[in-house]
T-cell receptor, first 120, second 112 residues
Framework: AQKVTQAQTEISVVEKEDVTLDCVYE???????LFWYKQPPSGELVFLIR??????QNEISGRYSWNFQKSTSSFNFTITASQVVDSAVYFC?????????????????FGKGTHLIIQP | EPEVTQTPSHQVTQMGQEVILRCVPI?????FYWYRQILGQKVEFLVS????????KSEIFDDQFSVERPDGSNFTLKIRSTKLEDSAMYFC??????????FGPGTRLTVL
């Protein structure tokens, strides 16, 4: 069974600080996908990134960067020079091939989320 | 850019009533999903649907729940007899390929 742990329930930083959100996952599969989603106060889920288990290259997109380390089963997310608009709940999620049908339409397993507060 | 839509945005119902939550997935997508998020908690997978049948379902998705694709565009979640604990945000998602889901804006269900 898969599991995603986001140990940080809430993080509060002052604007322009860098902040890292941790994500640790568990899966028995060798093929899996990891995701990060942002949920602003308005409630929708905004896709940020998808990474497959065979691609351990770190990725940078503007102020966002992701560090995927299979050795520690972690997929951490860093926001550089944080802004007030980054305030949201951030969810890490995992999809593997654990579905009973094997048909591939497997649901995502989400972590509990980290509530990020950026203070002006 | 095409997006997943959901109606209504907010549904209020009495305990014991049936509700149907509606979703219009992105038109060329083949995989459809429902997720639930109780207020302040994590997003939980309910069910996935592919080729006109359920592909996977979680423990939450018991006999009170059912899904249907009644026509070529809609994907519905029915809760037969709502309970107080069914109050949550329900997200629909669809994907063209496996694991590439686009989420809808959600329907907030309030059971009184």
């Amino acid at each position: 069974a898969q599991k995603v742990t986001q140990a940080q329930t809430e993080i509060s930083v002052v604007e322009k600080e860098d902040v890292t959100l941790d994500c640790v996952y568990e899966t028995r599969d060798t093929t899996y996908y990891l995701f990060w989603y942002k949920q602003p106060p308005s409630g929708e889920l905004v896709f940020l990134i998808r990474r497959n288990s065979f691609d351990e290259q770190n990725e940078i997109s503007g102020r966002y960067s992701w560090n995927f380390q299979k050795s520690t089963s972690s997929f951490n997310f860093t926001i550089t020079a944080s802004q007030v608009v980054d305030s949201a709940v951030y969810f890490c999620a995992l999809s593997d091939t654990g579905g009973y049908s094997g048909g591939g339409a497997d649901g995502l397993t989400f972590g509990k989320g980290t509530h990020l507060i950026i203070q002006p | 850019e095409p997006e997943v839509t959901q109606t209504p945005s907010h549904q209020v119902t009495q305990m014991g009533q049936e509700v149907i939550l509606r979703c219009v997935p992105i038109s060329n997508h083949l995989y459809f999903y429902w997720y639930r998020q109780i207020l302040g908690q994590k997003v939980e997978f309910l069910v996935s649907f592919y080729n006109n049948e359920i592909s996977e379902k979680s423990e939450i998705f018991d006999d009170q729940f059912s899904v249907e694709r009644p026509d070529g565009s809609n994907f519905t979640l029915k809760i037969r007899s709502t309970k107080l604990e069914d109050s949550a945000m329900y997200f629909c998602a669809s994907s063209e390929r496996v694991r590439d889901s686009a989420f809808g804006p959600g329907t907030r269900l309030t059971v009184l």
